[in-house]
Nanobody
Framework: QLQLVESGGGLVQPGGALRLSCAASGRTLDYYAIAWFRQAPGREREGVSG????????YYTDSVKGRFTISRDNAKNTVYLQMNSLKPEDTAIYYC?????????????????????WGQGTQVTVST
């Protein structure tokens, strides 16, 4: 059974940086599509970034392009989200998610309901 655990969230000032980690166990992430989502109070869960680790294909939502970078460490079976130049509007709970079917089909989905496996989330707060 695939398990996902996020870490790395916290409170930062605007312009600061955080590196989120999504550590997987039970299965290798090589055969899953993996995505980062975020959800702010009163807002719909939003797809932020995604990767198919077997070939490194990635996507980013427009609001984070140039600021966030998704990456992987195969040896640690972990996916990261490096978040730079953080803005107050980045404040949210950040979740990692994975799905085998999306990997098989080669789709990089930003729809939360397309993902089967989810971590518990890590809070990111960007505030003065």
């Amino acid at each position: 059974q695939l398990q996902l655990v996020e870490s790395g969230g916290g409170l930062v000032q605007p312009g600061g940086a955080l590196r989120l980690s999504c550590a997987a166990s039970g299965r290798t992430l090589d055969y899953y599509a993996i995505a980062w989502f975020r959800q702010a109070p009163g807002r719909e869960r939003e797809g932020v970034s995604g990767i198919i680790t077997i070939d490194g294909s990635t996507y980013y939502t427009d609001s984070v392009k140039g600021r966030f970078t998704i990456s992987r460490d195969n040896a640690k079976n972990t996916v990261y989200l490096q978040m730079n130049s953080l803005k107050p509007e980045d404040t949210a709970i950040y979740y990692c998610a994975a799905d085998r079917g999306l990997y098989i089909s080669g789709r990089l989905s930003t729809t939360a309901t397309d993902y089967e496996h989810w971590g518990q989330g890590t809070q990111v707060t960007v505030s003065t």
